[in-house]
């Protein structure tokens, strides 16, 4: 194998697949990154048996082949180089790579160890890159991170027509988005639960491309329990999560609400910001609605404390409720609109956060539900 190629076109593949590697791997191949010159392209790919990722670049290739290296190590050489071309040649049981006058020689792993990649499921559709990355990010913030609760750290497709929704809850909040995609079948009806973390790289990395992200998802015979997404000349295939026990977190939302308020979000984002640094790290922030507007506190009689005043349109019998203030900010920060709408049937329910334009209208279909700390005064 020997070729040569742009500096930052391997510098960003190589990059992109060694992310997903995993940092433990149960054996050493799947630390490494393959890569396999064939007809004057490059593909880079890595594969943990749980995720899968490959990248096409065009080189100028001198000799087919393959060479396996590891990941990790070949990301941090490739982001150093200067910006040259690179070539690279694989000699006997190393890999040599040459960039201007840098030389590197790196230990080859056998080929023939590494596992195969997974074949791309049928595609299901397509969206547009840019909303699906933004959407994702908006929900993703919501998963849980503890593994030992394996389900709660995916992120919940729901496939009904031409409508996708996204949830993801730790069970101390709940976000959903709605958005419309192109279904290959207008009459799709499926649920998947995807790894949030995976998810959330995955769409952070396809959406800047541009155009339209392909969708792939088995439902019976080969491939099923895993799903796939493409853009470009990336793809990548992740195994599902068990989610037949997923809890209908819809129902969590209120049907109606006894009180609800307007407020600039990037006013109680700094807001909160501030007065929680009185705070302890499970202690909440206090917000007391009125007619006179929105009162943010934090800290107890004994210790530090802080509050601010601040504008806020409020209907309703005068309110006071206790929030985790970094889920608080986590989901005004992910609204991405200049107004929050705030839903209340009391201070001991979830309270509802929605998007809301200048005229006070909801303007999209995100919603971000916050389970209020209960606090003694």
């Known amino acids: 194998m020997k070729f040569r190629v742009e500096r930052d076109a391997l510098a960003d593949a190589v990059a992109w697949t060694a992310k997903s590697l995993p940092s433990r791997p149960s054996v050493p191949v799947l630390a490494g990154v393959m890569l396999r010159v064939s007809d004057g392209s490059l593909e880079v ?31 941090e050489i490739t982001k150093a180089l200067p910006g040259k071309p690179v070539d690279i040649a694989a000699v006997g049981s190393h890999l040599e790579l040459v960039c201007g006058s840098a030389r590197f020689t790196l230990p080859t792993m056998p080929v023939e160890d590494y596992p195969s990649l997974p074949a791309m499921p049928a595609s299901a559709g397509t969206i547009d890159a840019a909303a699906f990355a933004t959407a994702v990010a908006q929900v993703a913030i919501a998963a849980g991170r503890d593994e030992t609760l394996p389900m709660m750290t995916g992120v919940r497709l729901e496939l009904s027509g031409n409508n996708i929704a996204l949830l993801a809850t730790d069970r101390y909040r709940l976000a959903m988005r709605e958005l419309e995609w192109r279904p290959e079948d207008p009459e799709i009806s499926l649920n998947a639960l995807v790894p949030a973390r995976t998810l959330n790289d995955t769409a952070k990395t396809l959406g800047p491309l541009g155009g339209d992200v392909t969708m792939s998802l088995a439902h019976g015979g080969a491939g099923e329990g895993m799903i796939g ?27 109606s609400h ?7 979000v990037p006013a109680l984002v700094e807001v909160v910001r501030r007065v929680a640094l009185v705070a302890e790290r499970t202690t909440p922030v206090l917000l007391s609605f009125g007619p006179d507007g929105l009162v943010v506190e934090a800290g107890a009689s004994e210790e530090a404390r802080a509050s601010e005043a601040m504008e806020a349109t409020f209907s309703g019998e005068p309110l006071t409720i206790g929030f985790n203030p970094q889920y608080l900010i986590d989901g005004l920060q992910n609204l991405l609109a200049p107004t929050a709408l705030l839903s209340f049937v009391d201070a001991y329910k979830p309270a509802v956060i929605s998007p809301a334009g200048d005229d006070g209208e909801i303007v999209s279909g995100y919603r971000y539900l916050i389970m209020p700390i209960r606090v003694t005064r």
């Open 45 to 75: 790919s890595g594969f943990d048996y749980e995720v899968s990722s490959q990248v096409t670049v065009d080189i100028q290739g001198d000799a087919d082949g393959a060479a396996l290296v590891s990941g990790r190590l070949l990301a």
């Open 229 to 255: 997404f493409s853009a470009g000349t990336r793809r990548t295939t992740s195994r599902l999560l068990d989610g037949a026990n997923y809890p209908p977190v819809r129902s969590l939302f209120p049907a």
């Open 258 to 264: 006894n009180a609800e308020a307007r407020v600039s």
